[in-house]
């Protein structure tokens, strides 16, 4: 047995100073996960609660078939867009062809004849764009939902 | 209202079927540490085995009235219940070992208000977070969420399974059906259901670690284990984002604590064996990764113990498992398999990257620094504790469950090797998670079978019973068996 062990086995003090610790460490660690947790609850910016009421709002109205049209550009965030319409939009099908870019999505989307979703904040480029796709034809049902931040 | 009310029944029965399925002796225990013990256990157990009942129903009888469904459910349970005490299920000896043994010193008193402080702050960050965010993260709305809703939602339930359907198919429902049976008993897909389970889960994750550590090894590894959970970031951090490898690991710790009071029953454990076997079986149902555990856990503690466990302790191992086995067996086989790491894949893809070893350095590589900053740092100074408490570390060489965790590792190695999607994405977004799932059992496995002198059972609080420890000290032994407390002579 280590000299350390041997030392330690008669030593309480040294044994709750371990304890103390690991104690601190762990209320240390609590107390910053409050803390974040607050900090997103004062912000309201989780992603999933903002969907909710997007999404959500919205799902009773469509039919069984959505195309989504995200302005989202990075390949993770359009990919958590869809999953996102999906949970909020289930059990209706949700699709999102992420090769294509926001216009092109929505022209390919008004050829579909389907319900379409855009998920854009009003008044930015991306929006412009689609504003600009829409014209060539009106879907059968069209929503906008305001992209959600992470 | 009757959400509320819904979700209370859900957790009630889950719990009323754990407490049948694990055992009446547990009844008897005494103690705060026995009611957490039994508690986590017995909601691990019973939720488990209550998530079949949902996929059953739906898939054979169709959507389900939620008061009918309720009234099965409850009948069914009550069946359990009447036929485990049919059994007079064995109470076993010894259960708490130094728990209830000398009075707690003043330093451990200090300890257990510091657990209950971290356990409530942990609390606390589950509440808001859930409260910012009610539906969790990534995960739970891509998958196992998503699954529940298309289970309850779709017309026709065999649609929810349907090839390209969203939240992967073909993935194990433990976490799905029981959000779905929570939903179908309160009316409404109420978002509290998910977060009230996920929470459950994390703290029974917690007090199968710590009061099963509490009762084999003394309280203050109890304490000790319980800390260093509760101070893992990502166990905090995982819990409200509602992610499988929450129960995942709880189910795994589960396993090994059953599996050390298994061992101190000795020959009287085959009743144990078959609820290892059981949470083994379950950890399978719940994510695929349980599938890779689960038989590297079985097949560890079967060679290491084979002498002791003979053939009819293995088949009390494999029929604790057979249900849920069956169950990941059935749905398997009934589903059309879309899993990326094995469909549509050529011999011939698999040689190239088998074949590749700038993968395995970049692997070997991502899981150093994965290791090394898990739980920013907790992995790295529960190591320091185990050190400076003068941990024989070396001991965990001859630990079945420290060898179970590294084939299981390894397992998780040669997935990343053949995996087809983007290496480096796919290193990011699961490799702490990975390692969230061994991370409990871990500390179980260096806290129990390493059990560091400074931290075990001070002297005159010996575990009872635990013949094969190397670090068991000498002392009498308190034993509290079935509802009364004896002194005994070591073994």
């Not at chain 1, 600009?132 to 069209?142: D, E, I, V, Y």
């Not at chain 2, 009934?334 to 692997?363: C, H, Q």
Request: charged share 15%; proline share 7%.
């Amino acid at each position: 047995m280590p000299p350390t062990s041997a030392a330690l086995r008669h030593s309480p003090s040294r044994r709750n100073a371990a304890l103390a610790a690991a104690a601190a460490a762990a209320l240390a660690v609590g107390a910053v996960a409050v803390a974040r947790g607050a900090h997103l609850l004062r912000l309201g910016a989780d992603p999933a609660r903002a969907a909710a009421r997007s999404f959500g709002a919205i799902a009773a109205s469509l039919p069984a078939t959505v195309q989504l049209v995200s302005c989202q550009r990075d390949a993770v965030e359009r990919d958590r867009s869809r999953f996102l319409a999906a949970y909020f939009l289930a059990p209706r099908t949700v699709r999102l062809d992420p090769a294509l870019e926001p216009a092109a999505g929505m022209r390919a989307a008004l050829a579909q004849g389907e319900a379409i979703v855009i998920e854009a904040t009003p008044g930015t480029a991306c929006a412009r764009d689609i504003e600009a796709a829409l014209a060539s034809g009106r879907p059968r049902t069209l929503v906008t939902v305001p992209m959600v931040p992470r | 209202m009757r959400e509320a009310v819904g979700l209370a029944a859900a957790v009630a029965l889950a719990v009323a079927a754990g407490a049948a399925v694990v055992g009446a002796r547990a009844l008897g225990a005494r103690g705060a540490w026995g009611a957490v013990r039994d508690l986590s256990l017995w909601f691990l157990a019973g939720t488990g085995v209550t998530s079949l009942t949902y996929p059953a129903w739906r898939l054979l009888l169709g959507r389900p009235h939620g008061v009918a469904y309720l009234a099965f459910d409850a009948a069914a349970v009550a069946v359990v219940c009447a036929a485990a005490v049919a059994r007079r299920v064995r109470r076993s000896p010894g259960a708490a070992g130094c728990v209830g043994g000398l009075p707690p010193a003043r330093a451990e008193r200090l300890a257990v208000a510091a657990v209950i402080a971290a356990a409530a702050l942990a609390t606390a960050a589950f509440a808001v977070t859930t409260a910012a965010g009610p539906h969790g993260e990534w995960d739970a709305f891509a998958i196992w969420n998503a699954r529940a809703r298309l289970m309850v939602l779709e017309p026709d339930a065999r649609g929810a399974f349907a090839p390209g359907r969203p939240g992967h198919p073909d993935y194990p429902l433990l976490l799905p059906g029981s959000v779905a049976r929570a939903w179908a008993y309160a009316g409404s897909e109420v978002p509290l259901a998910p977060a009230v389970l996920a929470y459950l889960f994390a703290a029974s994750g917690v007090g199968a670690l710590a009061a099963g550590l509490a009762s084999l090894r003394g309280r203050t590894l109890g304490l000790v284990g319980a800390f260093l959970l509760l101070g893992t970031w990502d166990w905090i951090r995982a819990a409200p984002h509602q992610y499988a490898d929450v129960p995942l690991a709880a189910y795994l710790v589960g396993a090994f604590a059953l599996s050390a009071a298994a061992e101190r029953d000795g020959a009287g454990g085959r009743a144990g064996l078959a609820r290892v076997g059981l949470f083994l079986g379950l950890a399978a149902w719940v994510k695929n990764e349980g599938a890779l555990l689960a038989p590297c856990a079985g097949a560890a503690l079967v060679a290491a113990r084979w002498r002791s466990l003979r053939a009819d302790g293995v088949a009390a191992l494999a029929g604790g498992a057979l249900v849920p086995v069956a169950a990941v067996a059935a749905f398997k086989g009934w589903v059309p398999s879309d899993n990326y790491l094995f469909a549509r894949r050529s011999l011939e893809d698999v040689v190239a990257l088998a074949t590749d070893a700038r993968r395995y350095l970049a692997i070997a590589r991502a899981f150093g620094a994965g290791i090394l900053s898990f739980g920013k740092g907790a992995a790295t100074f529960a190591l320091a504790v185990l050190l400076v408490a003068g941990a024989p570390l070396r001991r965990l060489s001859r630990s079945w469950r420290a060898w179970a965790l590294g084939v299981g590792l390894l397992g998780y190695f040669a997935a990343y090797v053949l995996t087809p999607l983007p290496l480096r994405e796919q290193l990011d977004s699961s490799l702490p998670r990975l390692l969230l799932q061994l991370w409990p059992a871990l500390l179980f496995t260096a806290l129990h079978d390493a059990a560091p002198p400074a931290l075990a059972c001070a002297p005159g609080q010996a575990p009872a019973g635990r013949v094969d420890s190397p670090a068991a000290p000498a002392g009498p032994v308190h034993v509290e068996a079935a509802g009364h407390a004896a002194e005994a002579e070591p073994r």
